[in-house]
């Protein structure tokens, strides 16, 4: 036990003063935030932007030709201009010539020109149109509401009444039974931490599996094997990886929390946003229940295969297939998320195969609908299976270890387990 | 205090690679394990480690099994390797704990080992850096801070320049005196006679032969003669023609002559026959093999147990 702690306490110190680990961390909670913050920060710039200029924004606004060869009665400018929406721009009346108009924005006396031709019919003459222009969309609007609006009262509707009509909208309400879920609103916490499990797992499997064919391919094994239970060492790997792991998730996931209550008034109107962030404590319970059982049984795998190498080069082929069996799993789940379809006959069975589960299972509570006890035995499962991989994984280690040589087929891999433990009786 | 190993077996699936193994160490002497490659040797060392059980047969110290908690085992293996990235002290101590020491009382040992080393500048350098033999210090240290009773040295010398190889012998000296046992594997037979009281030679997962060197070489037949002379084709040729009543053969390898006499009885007439003749002797004396040729002998592929010259 003791034995375990010391190899526990250095595996974790490996990573947790490792430079790039700590260089990972740090970035990751710079960037999540950085990005939390991105309403407040681009506030600010924008304030100095406006306090810089002097305050004047009338003069500011973009200058846009308008000429109405529509034949409409009334004045097109007047009307666009009184458009809260199109605020930014200025439309001046001109009565001049195609070819006149183009001249003007080619020379920079007007940002664009706008030709009517009909009362739902025009051209915009521009020079350029920025990437995130929003300029026809908005003007299309008010140039549909205006063509309504002489319609209808071309029809005796008052003003008046002709407002409301066409700003009439719909108010709903979605009332849930306690049981559903609205996929929408869980769509992106899950995805979000379906993605966090992915990578904390297969990036910490493989920096176990490499940490382990390091200590070999260095023959640093030779002592270790000869100072420690070959148990103690791969457990004491597994669980420092696992804490390393769990520290890094902790701290990325704390610090986007801490920044979204830091900045809540700046997502008030943001649903999608507001609905990572009001996902139930339970939630955040099983992604870490999740992750440390997936985590282990997963890093088990990595641990053993990669104790059968003995060269760096050989390890990325041994561990192959656990990371093609992760992949898959990830894929699936990935599908069927996006799909809508979290409760379909094949995420049901892959919520209870324990390579499978952590994801599969963790995506169903979150989205689809899971009666309790599928949810403990998926559990059970998984927490049996963990152990039991741990126990065969360190059967596995102890041979492999002092293996070298061309690393073993599974089926020499088995007599071998066969021929030990008739020995060890 | 003796270690003793008794009746080893071990086979690796249809490999059998111990097959009754027999030898004793103690304390305050060193052991010259001896073998070919691939004789067993790593096995056996890792059977006394417990890094494996045996498939029978008992490793014991004073009598009762060997408890590697409570007598602390150190081990130079033969493949050299420790964590080439990290801070040395750092990993010595993750080493000196595991093997159940204190934090503290393995900062003094390295120190001190450090120091006795004359490695102290390299405690904060990550072993990566430094040359092969400084590296090999490094492993031979990692063997001794935790203050072992029994140190098993696999091939302790190769990669070492003569001033350290030199150091090191004081070192393996200083631990016999201590009282260590010393188990002491090699090919280099000068360092294993300069150290070792006794020999077991493993031979194909067997001991063919184990006992104190110097017993060893006395048991040899003491009718062989060696003679150093510039003249010892003369001599060779007189011994042939006249002295036929005693020599049955004779031999020269490099500057000796090597001559068989027909009874350990006969060695003083031989050397008054040729005092007798005046001839320019250097010296003459009985034939001890070398620890070498007895190796080659009880290993070699043409291993024969009837002539042993």
């Known amino acids: ?425 | 205090m003796e270690l003793s190993v008794s009746e080893i077996t071990k086979s690796f699936g249809e490999n059998k690679v111990l097959e009754g193994v027999n030898f004793k160490a103690t304390s305050g002497s060193a052991l010259g394990l001896l073998g070919r490659n691939g004789a067993g040797k790593t096995t056996t060392i890792r059977i006394i480690m417990g890094v494996f059980p045996p498939n029978s047969g008992y490793v014991t110290v004073n009598g009762r099994p060997l408890d590697k908690d409570k007598l602390s085992v150190g081990y130079l293996p033969e493949d050299r390797g420790l964590y080439p990235k990290h801070v040395i002290g750092e990993q010595l101590i993750y080493l000196a704990r595991l093997r159940g020491m204190k934090a503290k009382d393995a900062k003094a040992s390295i120190a001190h080992w450090m120091k006795r080393l004359e490695m102290q500048e390299y405690a904060n350098k990550k072993l990566i850096t430094l040359s092969k033999g400084n590296q090999q210090k490094i492993q031979l240290m990692a063997s001794l801070i935790a203050d072992p009773k029994l140190i098993i040295l696999d091939e302790p010398f190769s990669g070492l320049d003569p001033v350290n190889a030199s150091m090191l012998k004081d070192v393996v000296q200083e631990l016999i005196q201590d009282g260590k046992i010393v188990l002491f594997s090699s090919h280099q037979m000068n360092y294993v006679e300069e150290f070792c009281d006794s020999i077991a030679i493993l031979h194909q997962g067997k001991i063919v032969l184990d006992g104190q060197i110097r017993d060893i070489k006395r048991s040899y037949d003491r009718s062989i003669i060696t003679v150093r002379s510039m003249q010892n084709d003369v001599i060779e040729n007189f011994c042939l023609a006249r002295l036929r009543d005693l020599v049955g053969q004779t031999r020269k390898k490099r500057d000796e002559l090597i001559i068989s006499l027909k009874g350990p009885d006969q060695k003083n007439k031989l050397i008054g026959a040729l005092a007798a003749q005046n001839f320019d002797l250097d010296s003459i004396g009985v034939y001890e093999p070398t620890l070498e040729d007895i190796f080659v002998q009880y290993t070699g592929d043409d291993m024969q147990t009837g002539e042993r010259v």
């Open chain 1, 1 to 425: 036990m003791k034995q375990l702690k010391t190899i526990f306490d250095f595996e974790f110190g490996n990573y947790a003063k490792r430079k790039s680990f700590l260089i990972l961390t740090i970035g990751l909670m710079l960037i999540v935030a950085v990005v939390l913050s991105w309403p407040r920060i681009s506030e600010l710039f924008a304030k100095e932007q406006i306090s810089g200029t002097g305050g004047d924004t009338a003069a500011e606004r973009v200058q846009i030709a308008l000429i109405d060869e529509s034949g409409g009665q009334s004045d097109a400018a007047l009307y666009f201009n009184a458009v809260p929406a199109l605020g930014k721009y200025r439309f001046v009346s001109l009565n001049i010539s195609v070819s006149e108009a183009e001249k003007k924005v080619e020379s920079g006396e007007y940002n664009s020109a706008i030709v009517l031709t009909g009362p739902l019919v025009y051209t915009r003459i521009a020079r350029n149109i920025p990437m995130n222009d929003s300029f026809a969309y908005t003007f299309e609007n008010a140039l549909l509401t205006r063509y309504r609006q002489q319609r209808l009262a071309a029809y005796g509707v008052s003003e008046a009444d002709a407002d409301t009509i066409l700003n009439a909208f719909v108010t709903g309400t979605v009332k849930m039974t306690s049981e559903g879920k609205d996929q929408m609103q869980n769509f992106f916490y899950t995805y979000i931490l379906i993605f966090l499990l992915y990578f904390a797992i297969i990036v910490y499997g493989q920096m176990v599996a490499s940490s382990v064919a390091t200590e070999k391919s260095s023959r640093a094994m030779e002592l270790l094997i000869t100072s420690a239970n070959p148990k103690s060492l791969m457990f004491g790997k597994v669980l420092g990886a696992s804490l390393a792991g769990m520290l890094q998730l902790v701290l990325v996931l704390g610090t986007a929390y801490l920044f979204y209550n830091l900045n809540a008034p700046y997502y008030t109107d943001s649903a999608i946003v507001q609905s990572i962030f009001a996902m139930p404590i339970s939630m955040l319970l099983y992604t870490l229940l999740f992750f440390i059982l997936g985590f282990l049984l997963y890093a088990f795998l990595y641990a053993s295969l990669a104790s059968l190498v003995s060269r760096m080069e050989e390890l990325s082929t041994i561990v192959l297939p656990v990371t093609f069996l992760f992949v898959i799993a990830f894929m699936v789940v990935m599908f069927s998320m996006s799909g809508g379809k979290v409760d379909s006959p094949l995420m049901v069975l892959c919520s209870f195969i324990p390579f499978t589960s952590p994801m599969a299972m963790f995506t169903r509570i979150a989205m689809g609908e899971v009666v309790a006890w599928q949810i403990t035995a998926s559990i059970a499962i998984l927490i049996i299976s963990t152990i039991g991989v741990g126990i065969l994984a360190a059967k596995i280690y102890r041979l492999g270890v002092l293996l070298y040589g061309t690393p073993p087929k599974p089926n020499q891999i088995l007599r071998m387990l066969k021929a030990d433990k008739a020995q060890l009786r």
